[in-house]
T-cell receptor
Framework: DTAVSQTPKYLVTQMGNDKSIKCEQN?????MYWYKQDSKKFLKIMFS???????INETVPNRFSPKSPDKAHLNLHINSLELGDSAVYFC?????????????FGPGTRLTVT | GDSVTQMEGPVTLSEEAFLTINCTYT??????LFWYVQYPGEGLQLLLK?????DKGSNKGFEATYRKETTSFHLEKGSVQVSDSAVYFC???????????FGAGTRLTVKP
């Protein structure tokens, strides 16, 4: 009964490749997010989707493209991977109607670009 | 814009010591405040929250009080355990949008 799940958990790939990370939530939430966590544990929001529509699009390279086929899924596609893309990527979801906007996080995907 | 500043780590304590991790915020509205915990190799988990001034959030022996006058939400625990070793994040969320701002995280290590 995992609330927010991500696949894969680990992803090792070479520079220049294209890869995707999948995220699914079974909480019935309207809003989903992607965060990037660097080696110093700093969390940076990348995207936010509400009901399949893009709400937040922070300054990230356009090599990163989120795709939301439905409310329960928000996938992250990355083109032409670079060494600096190595990080842990977290998916999260929230339901603004519940007042406090708390977010529920997935377990993370550790991306290593060689 | 809204932001959160928390004390830099790392913090190393002995078991049963008292813990304080400072967090202050800047916000134009009336945010909700949160503490998240990240155990090694895992995602962030909500530890506690407070939605208005003078609210106290508590969970697993941790407490934090929403202080509007000092714009603070310091995390405290009276007696830490080795299992509390993790990275702790202070965060705020504006009620009017979906944006959550996180602090830089504070790594806590508790030694037996």
């Amino acid at each position: 009964d995992t609330a927010v799940s991500q696949t894969p958990k680990y992803l090792v790939t070479q520079m220049g490749n294209d890869k995707s990370i999948k995220c699914e939530q079974n909480l019935g939430h309207d809003t989903m997010y992607w965060y990037k966590q660097d080696s110093k544990k700093f969390l940076k929001i990348m995207f936010s989707y509400n009901n399949k529509e893009l709400i937040i699009n922070e300054t990230v390279p356009n090599r990163f493209s989120p795709k939301s086929p439905d409310k329960a899924h928000l996938n992250l596609h990355i083109n032409s991977l670079e060494l600096g893309d190595s990080a842990v990527y977290f998916c999260a979801s929230s339901h603004p109607g519940q007042g406090a906007h708390e977010q529920y996080f997935g377990p993370g995907t550790r991306l290593t670009v060689t | 814009g809204d932001s959160v500043t928390q004390m830099e780590g790392p913090v190393t304590l002995s078991e049963e010591a008292f813990l304080t991790i400072n967090c202050t915020y800047t916000a134009t509205g009336y945010p909700s405040l949160f503490w998240y915990v990240q155990y090694p190799g895992e995602g962030l988990q909500l530890l506690l929250k407070a939605t208005k001034a003078d609210d106290k959030g508590s969970n697993k022996g941790f407490e934090a009080t929403y202080r509007k006058e000092t714009t603070s939400f310091h995390l405290e625990k009276g007696s830490v355990q080795v299992s509390d070793s993790a990275v702790y994040f202070c965060a705020l969320s504006d009620r009017n949008n979906n944006d959550m701002r996180f602090g830089a995280g504070t790594r806590l290590t508790v030694k037996p």
